[in-house]
């Protein structure tokens, strides 16, 4: 179908204005803090509705509004909300919609921020949170309470890749009246099975695939205006966690390569986390779309494609062990995030506590050659074997 064409999607005009950018192919970057009015009627109009008026960069900037548009687009929601980062995305839906005695229902292995969020500072405002194992629905269904608010959903989530059932929860929540938020970072802007499920609110840390370069840090809400005309009310204009227009710039920029690099990775990642399962060093490895995957089906009935991202658990867990391995990595690199050009490397290790099984990997595939990748890691784990 025309409208679902990705191509077609990021061509929508929306409030791109070819006239005021001098035929401009690729949109200007309104680097201002405000805006200036000639005329006192102009001015009060744009005062009384920042989120319609280009008044003052922190409310809306042209350039960070066109962004807007295309993600909405995108994900096929009315409207769509930039932030400065994932976290403040999701933060700031929270914070617009619970308040004072309000209860959340939230996933084990949400988002360690999220999870940071609810636990240590909604805690302190009387916003009391419950974590269950999304895998398992009825434990989620069970969490329901009378002063339930809202249900945050991440599915799949990193590291464990563990699903939740989106469709069967947003309907439970929807009877209940109780307001879905779903963070589809992991399946991208072009997996709308969260928005079909019917969940209210969708975030993405924008900073992952929608940049795609590894050079900014960005987020995003997705949903209906009246939704998102809170939000904006609220806690996007007080908190200030706004997006800068160049950081806006090179999202729309990310906008335009986001289907093939996606397509590219998600290959690559799949190819290798097929290989590594056959691997005699490797006990497991946690991809949706191996059929090894405990929610395979879900997986399938919930994303259109596999996706870049997975974690792999090696069979000798000793600290040292996998250190060796890392270190001799020399293509992947040791970072946090993912989603970049760059492989990247995550040892769950690293936690302090680690929540996650011991061993466990995750590892970001980005966008070079998966032959020279799998020879990276096939070297590694000889040689962290041959110290072992
Ligand atoms: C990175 C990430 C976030 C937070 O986004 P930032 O842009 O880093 O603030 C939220 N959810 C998921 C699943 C993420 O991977």
Not at 43 to 59: C, H, P, Q, V, W
Not at 205 to 231: E, Q
Request: overall charge negative.
């Amino acid at each position: 179908m025309l409208h679902d064409d990705f191509s077609y999607i990021l061509s929508l005009l929306g409030e791109e204005d070819k006239v005021a950018w001098q035929k401009a192919m690729s949109p200007p970057i309104y680097q201002t803090g405000n805006f200036s009015y000639s005329s006192f009627a102009e001015f009060r109009d744009a005062i009384r509705e920042e989120r319609k008026n280009s008044l003052y960069t922190r409310g809306l900037n042209p350039t960070v509004r066109l962004l807007e548009q295309k993600l909405a687009a995108l994900q096929g929601t009315e409207d769509a909300l930039c932030f400065g980062s994932g976290s403040a995305a999701i933060a700031s839906a929270v914070v617009a919609f619970c308040r004072k005695g309000d209860h959340v229902i939230c996933m084990n292995f949400a988002y360690s921020w999220t999870q940071k969020l609810l636990k240590n500072l909604l805690s302190r405002y009387g916003v009391e949170a419950d974590f269950v194992n999304g895998t398992n629905t009825p434990e989620v269904v069970n969490a329901f309470r009378s002063d339930t608010r809202m249900l945050i959903l991440e599915s799949p989530n990193s590291f464990l890749f563990e699903l939740q059932d989106v469709m069967v929860l947003c309907r439970e929540a929807k009877s209940r009246g109780v307001m879905v938020l779903c963070d589809n970072s992991y399946a991208g802007p072009m997996n709308r099975f969260p928005v079909e499920a019917g969940a209210d609110l969708i975030a993405h840390s924008a900073t992952k695939y929608i940049s795609g370069h590894s050079d900014t840090v960005a987020g995003v809400l997705c949903g209906s205006k009246a939704l998102l005309d809170v939000v904006f009310a609220d806690p996007y204009m007080t908190l200030g966690a706004a997006l800068s227009p160049f950081n806006a710039w090179l999202l729309l920029r990310g906008l335009r390569t986001l289907e093939i690099r996606v397509e590219r990775t998600g290959k690559s990642a799949l190819t290798i986390a097929g290989w590594l399962e056959t691997r005699p060093e490797v006990e497991r490895v946690y991809h949706p779309w191996l059929e090894s995957h405990p929610q395979h089906n879900l997986a399938l009935q919930q994303m259109d494609r596999p996706m870049g991202m997975f974690s792999v658990v090696l069979r000798n867990k000793s600290n040292n062990y996998i250190e060796r391995f890392c270190n001799a990595l020399r293509i992947f690199q040791m970072a946090v995030s993912w989603g970049g050009y760059e492989s990247l490397v995550f040892p769950s290790a690293l936690f302090d506590p680690n929540p996650f099984p011991d061993g466990l990997i995750r590892v970001s595939i980005g966008l070079e050659n998966p032959e020279l990748l799998k020879e990276d890691l096939a070297t590694a784990l000889r040689l962290a074997e041959s110290q072992a």
